[in-house]
């Protein structure tokens, strides 16, 4: 099957700096990629949907300033958490969908804690 | 609204059969996936239907009703390393996934 690739796995960083997840598909153009935030024993939340070339459409209650999304190109969209707190430690998944295909593809998630 | 229920959590013995039933009310339907999420790790894929009736895939079976807005994932032959989540997501009318909060799956020897 198709490989979408997510880094970092792990990361900690201080209250108040910014961090990069980057979602890659190794082997297919993804039309469209999906950030989604999942809380200990709570289902996978949709934060927003992304397509290339395009600005990224939030859910309601995202805020996009302080998640910002790009998606430069078909195989990479970046999340950035700007001024992270404590409250943003979370399991933050990327998903990517290809023309044609309605199954989507996981990244293998980021472990956020901010300390 | 948009709903996806499962059971928060289900206990079953190694070698015996469990199903894992899911409930949704959706705006239009797309299809339906199951995917397995062990802790601290990104979902998997199983199953997806989108036609009514059973999916075959070795240990691992899914059934669709569409009428009934029902599905289930029937795990035979448990092991223990099936212990983990599952999740149930119907893909909408705009073709978004709606999760349901998942079945923590517990497999005693």
């Known amino acids: 099957g198709a490989v979408v690739s997510q880094h970092p796995s792990r990361v900690i960083c201080k209250s108040g700096t910014s961090v990069k997840i980057e979602c890659r598909s190794l082997d297919f153009q993804a039309t469209t990629m999906f950030w989604y935030r999942q809380f200990p024993k709570k289902s996978l939340m949709l934060m927003a949907t992304s397509n290339e070339g395009s600005k990224a459409t939030y859910e309601q209650g995202v805020e996009k300033d302080k998640f910002l999304i790009n998606h430069a190109s078909l195989t990479l969209s970046t999340l950035t958490v700007t001024s992270a707190h404590p409250e943003d430690s979370s399991f933050y998944i990327c998903?990517?969908?290809?023309?044609?295909?309605?199954?989507?593809?996981f990244g293998q998630g980021t472990r956020l804690t901010v300390v | 609204g948009q709903n996806i229920d499962q059971p928060t959590e289900m206990t079953a013995t190694e070698g015996a059969i469990v199903q894992i039933n899911c409930t949704y009310q959706?705006?239009?339907?797309?299809?339906l996936f199951w995917y397995q999420q062990h802790a601290g790790e990104a979902p998997t894929f199983l199953s997806y239907?989108?036609l009514d009736g059973l999916e075959e895939k070795g240990r691992f079976s899914s059934f669709l009703s569409r009428s009934k807005g029902y599905s289930y994932l029937l795990l035979k032959e448990l092991q223990m390393k099936d212990s983990a989540s599952y999740l149930c997501a119907v893909m909408d009318s705009n073709y978004q996934l709606i999760w349901g909060a998942g079945t923590k799956l517990i497999i005693k020897p």
């Open positions: 239907n989108v």
């Open positions: 998903s990517a969908n290809f023309g044609g295909e309605t199954e989507a593809f």
């Open positions: 959706t705006s239009g339907f797309n299809g």
